[in-house]
């Protein structure tokens, strides 16, 4: 049974950092892209970063990039989203997920994303 579970959300004051990891079970996260996508209230789910198998192909949201940075450890069947300079815009429910379909090529879209983890919230506030 695919599981994803996402941790290390929280709040966090403008300008400071989080760290979030997504750990797989059920299968093994080496031959998938994943991605990072994130909910804010009242908006639309949107791509924040993917990154492919063997991590050599990246893809960040323009509003993201240079902050946060997407990395990759298989050894560990896990996922995360270093995420520093926090803005009050980066509040939202944060998702991995994986396709079913493995290999590269895959669009960092939801759309093209089968399993979702439960998300983690994140809130940068004063």
């Known amino acids: 049974q695919v599981q994803l579970v996402e941790s290390g959300g929280g709040l966090v004051q403008p300008g400071g950092s989080l760290r979030l990891s997504c750990a797989a079970s059920?299968?093994?996260?080496?031959?998938?892209?994943i991605g990072w996508f994130r909910r804010a209230p009242g908006k639309e789910r949107e791509a924040v970063s993917c990154?492919?198998?063997?991590?050599?192909?990246?893809y960040y949201a323009v509003s993201v990039k240079g902050r946060f940075t997407i990395s990759r450890d298989d050894a560990k069947n896990s996922v995360y989203l270093q995420m520093n300079s926090l803005k009050p815009e980066d509040t939202a429910v944060y998702y991995c997920?994986?396709?079913?379909?493995?290999?590269?090529?895959?669009?960092?879209?939801?759309?093209?994303?089968?399993?979702w983890g439960q998300g983690t919230q994140v809130t940068v506030s004063s």
């Open positions: 059920g299968f093994t996260l080496d031959s998938y892209t």
């Open positions: 990154i492919s198998l063997r991590g050599d192909d990246l």
């Open positions: 997920a994986v396709p079913k379909r493995g290999g590269r090529g895959i669009a960092c879209h939801d759309s093209a994303y089968d399993y």
